[in-house]
């Protein structure tokens, strides 16, 4: 490593710097982005005459160096030909090093005008170099073609990066919809050109086994088909509707094995995932002796949801898992294993004789210790073969198995907890990380399960909540997106859906938290997006989510404040309901509202156009903006906007996940309003929503309160729920009292009663429900 990098010892000690000059450092684009940086003056450019040096070369190095010549010969003619000494000029130089400080993954990036040095004490490291190099460059330098006319300039600058997680990564859904090889590749090139290094390969569920296992072929003999599949929402398109189609799809072993090269030459690790004790229907088709009644015909499911057909835990499901696993282990090198372990109903457990014995034998609780049991069992065979096992957080229930990896998906609580007992965990929170979720206004959107999950809520994810004590820390491995394919039929659809929202994950897995700046990201966002456009992924638009939100301000108006997704984006707005043009008056500070409202807003992009504007109906009644007192908050998951939320005049939609619902699990909502002074009205009403396949269930009835002291009340009356919990859609009701004549007082109290567990007949029957209540309108 003598004569390179001169001044690598200066910017490891620049560290500090850490781009603190946001100003002087708004010409880089690079994502995620880099822990330190110094711009200087000046640029290297790259014509005909470079060459391209390398000291420590392995197979390894020669694969990057080999993937980094053909990109530039592909987009610029320029055949960088190898030199054969250390030059002093016009050269892009590639080293491995001894520098512990870099860690496994971290790299040194020198660029001046005479030439390019790249270090790292790894091939990893490497990589990782060359990824932010090209990021440097005009987006052309992507192309697949040469592109003519471009001048091949970067800036001069001094880069010391290294990730801030161990672990980032992205998951991959394939059981509900299949995606063919070369789509695998070109999502795993995507993904390591933002430095993510874990795929975690979703193979297994309820709608088709897709990994080829030679000992016990009926599993895609059978297993990859379903006979047809839903047609639209499972949720508000009843009753269902399916295309008569056979589905089929699977990967042989040589293209798993194929997928796994090829992601390891670009230092990513792929993790299958085969799924147990649930999500079993594909593989019960074809073995049915692994259920719990062998003599039903089993069937891959057509639709989506949870199935109360699971494994059952007999020694010819063991035995089954254990050629299954045997075969994977062979094909995928990883470390880790993903067994499941999520949403696995216990009603077949609960009535099967043999099942109720085996907890008897083994001295379990209940069939959430079977559960445990279950997944121990797995995991020692796995364990015996020098893996270890990733489980999603359900593999809690029971008491977690001693070495597993939680991935902690329902929320940040079984995270905490697992690192608390000294577990590790990958975080994937629902509300942050399920890319399958919509990210800008479901209106405008191509149809997707449900939720919303915008680019800047991914981008201020916390892998490591501060519930967790300092000295463990460390067992937050990093982050992971995920992608679920229930509505996503085509490869195009899965890029849609994750990028930019993965490039947002990229740099919540890689950059330190105190390096990360969100308007910094939404200006490198363009470049980035363009340099997609060259590589031809279909990429989602920017997206500029308008936020509504209520507040009150020191004289005790009701105020609607707006904010944009995209940091100082303009806004134009109507209060009459008419659309917003670019000649609409721009939102500068928050609108006063003082009666019935319909509040439009749309982004301005110039004087001349307007984005697609976002409305909100506004009811301005007698409980607005007023103090809002709770027995116990709302969920974490799901908590609304804030303590204004049950009275900003605004009622949430069909897409429980638009941030206007609160929701209460597996206990009732109790709320207390203060209206100030006795006001005089005739009608109180709170809306609930029910989506049954999403756990949430209407209310069994609802209880409103007056008083004018707060400490004696008056029972208004109650309003019973007469809707069926198992009656599917995303229904909505509104629950409330008429008063026979009107009444005066001060304080309302509204006691929404829970039904707390999913019914009988349900997949999920006795575990906690979702309450999910909004507005109460007092008139």
Request: with cysteine; aromatic share 12%.
């Amino acid at each position: 490593m003598k004569g390179i990098f001169p001044l690598c010892v200066a910017i490891c000690l620049s560290l500090f710097v850490s781009c603190q000059q946001e100003e002087e450092n708004q010409d880089i684009n690079i994502v995620p982005r880099p822990q330190s940086y110094i711009l200087q003056k000046g640029a290297f450019t790259l014509d005909e005459n470079t060459s391209l040096y390398f000291e420590g070369l392995n197979e390894e190095v020669n694969g990057i160096l080999k993937n980094f010549r053909d990109k530039i010969i592909r987009a610029t003619g320029f055949q960088l030909h190898h030199a054969t000494a250390v030059p002093s000029k016009n050269a892009i130089v590639f080293q491995l090093m001894s520098n512990s400080e870099l860690g496994e993954e971290g790299y040194l990036l020198n660029v001046s005008s005479k030439k390019v040095e790249i270090g790292a004490q790894t091939p990893a490291g490497l990589f990782y170099g060359m990824q932010s190099l090209l990021q440097l460059f005009p987006t052309e330098i992507l192309s697949d073609r040469k592109v003519n006319n471009v001048d091949w300039k970067i800036p001069c600058i001094e880069i010391v990066d290294q990730p801030a997680f161990a672990y980032r990564g992205a998951h991959l859904d394939v059981a509900r919809h299949f995606f063919d090889l070369d789509s695998i590749k070109r999502h795993i090139d995507n993904l390591a050109r933002y430095k993510i290094n874990h795929f975690h390969w979703h193979l297994t569920d309820d709608q088709g086994w897709r990994l080829e296992i030679k000992k016990h072929p009926k599993l895609t003999e059978i297993g990859s088909c379903r006979k047809e599949t839903l047609i639209g929402s499972y949720a508000n398109d009843v009753p269902h509707r399916y295309d008569g189609e056979e589905y089929c799809g699977f990967y042989t072993q040589e293209e798993a094995r194929e997928v796994v090269r090829y992601a390891m030459e670009r230092f990513i690790t792929v993790i299958p995932e085969v799924e147990l004790p649930g999500h079993a229907l594909a593989a019960l088709s074809a073995y049915p002796e692994m259920g719990c009644e062998p003599n039903k015909k089993y069937e891959a499911a057509t639709t989506w949801g949870v199935f109360e057909d699971v494994f059952c835990p007999n020694e010819t499901t063991f035995s089954i898992f254990e050629d299954v696993f045997i075969e994977v282990m062979d094909i995928f090198p990883s470390k880790y294993i993903h067994i499941g372990g999520d949403e696995c109903p216990k009603k077949a457990w609960k009535e099967s004789a043999f099942c109720q014995n085996l907890i008897k034998q083994h001295g379990l609780k209940d069939e959430h210790g079977l559960q445990s049991y279950f997944v121990q069992r797995i995991e020692k065979f796995i364990n015996r073969h020098g893996r270890q096992i990733i489980g999603w957080d359900e593999i809690l229930e029971g008491g977690l198995a001693e070495n597993a990896i939680v991935m902690s998906w329902q929320g940040f609580e079984g995270g905490i907890e697992s690192a608390k007992q000294g577990h590790d965990v990958i975080m994937a929170p629902t509300s942050y990380c399920y890319l399958d979720y919509y990210q800008a206004d479901p209106q405008t959107e191509p149809l997707a399960i449900g939720g919303f999950v915008t680019l800047n809520k991914v981008y201020h994810l916390n892998p490591v909540p501060e519930e967790i004590p300092a000295d463990k820390r460390h067992h937050i491995l990093g982050p992971q997106g995920n992608l679920w394919t229930e509505y996503i039929k085509t490869f195009n659809q899965v890029e849609y859906m994750v990028f930019p929202r993965m490039l947002a994950l990229s740099e919540v897995g890689w950059t330190k938290p105190e390096n990360k700046n969100w308007g910094d990201f939404c200006r490198r966002l363009p470049y980035q997006l363009q340099a997609l456009d060259v590589l031809g992924t279909n990429h989602g638009t920017i997206s500029y989510n308008i936020q509504f939100q209520g507040i009150k301000d020191s004289e005790d108006n009701y105020l609607i404040e707006l904010t944009s997704e995209i940091s100082n984006a303009a806004i134009a707005f109507t209060t009459d309901g008419s659309d917003p043009t670019p000649q609409s008056e721009k939102y500068s500070t928050p609108i006063r509202i003082d009666k019935n409202t319909i509040l439009k807003a749309a982004p301005a992009f110039n004087e001349k156009s307007v984005g697609k504007a976002q409305e909100k109906s506004i009811t301005f009644h007698k409980a607005i903006g007023k103090k809002v007192v709770y027995e116990k908050p709302a969920d974490t998951k799901y908590p609304g906007k804030g303590t204004l939320n049950l009275v900003d005049g605004m009622k949430g939609s069909k897409n429980f996940g638009d941030g206007f619902w609160q929701g209460f699990f597996g206990y009732d909502c109790n709320v207390t309003i203060d209206l100030e002074h006795p006001t005089e009205f005739s009608k109180i009403a709170l809306t609930a929503i029910q989506s049954t396949t999403s756990w949430i269930m209407f209310p069994k009835y609802v209880t409103f309160y007056a008083s004018n002291d707060g400490v004696q009340w008056q029972e208004l009356g109650k309003s019973i729920n007469d809707i069926d919990p198992m009656e599917n859609g995303n229904l909505i009701k509104e629950f409330y009292v008429m008063l026979e004549s009107p009444a005066l007082y001060q304080y309302l109290k509204v006691d929404v009663t829970s039904l707390q567990t999913c019914p009988k007949g349900h997949a999920a029957e006795g575990s906690n429900c979702w309450l999910f209540v909004d507005e109460i309108v007092v008139e």
